[in-house]
């Protein structure tokens, strides 16, 4: 594989959710894990290799490799907790789009999480004594969550962790597309990919969200006039 010979995006999502699959009925094959692999990427450049950029949480539950049966040199991964959409991951992002050229960008939340988890008891005045480092990050997921109880105001606030979680990742998506013009430009001239997923920690499958709501969100970043340029 070549930054020019790598796959489609539509391939390249062909090629995660077969290796989720693989990962959710036991059956990994753990591609490019051998000392030869390891010798190529001291060698090698990542850009003629990887082929998906991921924003996952950083929980132990959460094995990106694993999960897509990925090996060495496949995934250009990003964690930070809530799988939340900063300036550090928003650079991280265009790195493995513009310069490690992935043919794919998964924005991946997960079931349970801590940190979304952490915001929701926030709202209710039910969480813990946050330390001083975590409570500006559980801040910035605070807003999506009380948009997803105005969306859901049938829902009880104790069971609105899925629909937040969910909401999370298009935000991320919105605020990639909204501060990145070279993310949208790509997507546009359908060289990359964005897509909403979500991880299922009890039972290792990942849901794929509508690409039709990338698309929407793309749209409306599009004519936002406080777009990023």
């Not at 924003?55 to 959460?62: F, K, T």
């Not at 049966?69 to 991951?89: K, Q, Y």
């Not at 910035?140 to 962790?161: K, N, S, T, W, Y």
């Not at 359908?190 to 690409?211: F, M, Q, R, S």
């Amino acid at each position: 594989m070549s930054r020019e010979t790598k796959p489609s995006p539509f391939e390249v999502l062909c090629m995660l959710k077969a290796g989720n699959e693989r990962f959710s009925r036991g059956g990994l094959t753990h591609p490019h894990l051998d000392a030869p692999r390891i010798e190529l990427a001291g060698k090698a450049n990542q850009a003629d290799h990887a082929y998906a950029s991921i924003l996952s949480c950083s929980d132990s539950r959460v094995p990106v490799e694993f999960i897509f049966d990925a090996g060495i040199m496949h995934l250009f991964t990003v964690r930070v907790a809530g799988n939340v959409c900063t300036a550090s991951e928003l650079a991280s992002l265009e790195y493995g789009l513009a310069h490690v050229h992935t043919p794919v960008l998964v924005v991946l939340g997960h079931t349970q999480c801590g940190a979304i988890t952490a915001a929701v008891r926030a709202r209710s005045g039910g969480g813990h004594a946050l330390e001083r480092n975590i409570r500006p990050h559980i801040e910035m997921i605070e807003p999506v969550v009380a948009e997803a109880v105005r969306a859901h105001p049938e829902v009880p606030e104790d069971d609105i962790l899925p629909y937040a979680t969910e909401l999370n990742v298009w935000r991320g998506i919105e605020r990639l597309f909204l501060e990145s013009s070279v993310t949208r430009d790509l997507v546009k001239r359908g060289a990359v990919k964005v897509v909403g997923a979500i991880y299922d920690v009890g039972t290792g499958k990942v849901e794929w969200l509508p690409e039709s709501t990338s698309t929407a969100i793309l749209v409306r970043a599009e004519s936002n006039e406080n777009r990023a340029l």
